[in-house]
Nanobody
């Protein structure tokens, strides 16, 4: 069974930093695009950052220059380094990945990890 498990969330003061990690496990043949999304209370889930299997990245405007997405293909992991955090970054952060397994190609979500930025 394929799983995406996030870690690294928590409480941080505005201006601080946090690093998130997401590990994919299971019978994975290949991982394509990986991404981080977030959902703040009462708001829709939004794409934060995306990274292709070749390492190309893209960010939503509100985090450009502050967040960095990276991945380790050998470890099936994706990371999100968040610097200069703002209260408006408070949300549940979800890992997302397109993966090819023995059963075929599918998109997966992690269970989410809370990031709470206090002012």
């Amino acid at each position: 069974q394929v799983q995406l498990v996030e870690s690294g969330g928590g409480l941080v003061q505005a201006g601080g930093s946090l690093g998130l990690s997401c590990a994919a496990s299971g019978s994975i043949f290949r991982i394509y695009t990986m991404a981080w999304y977030r959902q703040a209370p009462g708001k829709q889930r939004e794409l934060v950052a995306v990274i292709t299997s070749g390492g190309s990245t893209n960010y939503t405007d509100s985090v450009k220059g502050r967040f960095t997405i990276s991945r380790d293909n050998a470890k099936n992991r994706v990371y999100l380094q968040m610097n200069s955090l703002k209260p408006e970054d408070t949300a549940v952060y979800y890992c997302n990945a397109d993966m090819l397994m023995g059963t075929g190609y599918r998109n997966y979500w992690g269970q989410g990890t809370w990031v709470n930025v206090s002012s």
